[in-house]
């Protein structure tokens, strides 16, 4: 839960790095919730079937939209890549799954171009220490 919360906490954080279990808990969290939220729509008659959305989850997704794009562009600097590499997600069918495949990579270990690791052991990144 702590994961989540921070990428809400960062969620116009462009830089640095994002360690797997942070972008992989907080994709599941988002999942969790929008299948819930799917369900409360249909239940409570706010879902559209035309349109093919409902109101809260609709207003959920946009909600996550930036801290999961802020997310996903700390965990490719995780690996080493820049955060432009997430407009692959844009390709029909291919991009989303070599997107996934990315995310699931290992991060590089000790520091790179875009930060410390954060796996390093020491202060947690953000935390005020100044490092």
């Known amino acids: 839960m702590d994961g989540f919360v921070r990428v809400f906490k960062q969620y116009a954080t462009f830089e ?8 992989w808990w907080f994709l599941l969290a988002c999942l969790l919730l929008s299948v819930g ?10 879902w559209s079937r035309e349109v093919g959305l409902g109101l809260f989850s609709t207003l959920f997704a946009l909600y996550t939209l930036s801290p999961t794009i802020s997310v996903a562009v ?3 600097h995780d690996i080493g890549l820049s955060g432009w590499w997430v407009w692959i997600n844009l390709i029909p069918m ?9 995310m699931a990579r290992k991060g590089q270990a000790g520091g790179n171009a875009y930060g410390p690791d954060p796996m390093a052991p020491g202060p947690l990144v953000g935390s005020g220490s100044g490092t």
């Open 37 to 46: 939220l799917v369900w409360l729509d249909h239940e409570l008659g706010l």
């Open 74 to 76: 700390r965990r490719l």
């Open 16 to 23: 640095g790095r994002a360690r797997r279990a942070e972008f």
């Open 94 to 102: 291919v991009g989303p799954l070599v997107l996934l495949a990315m």
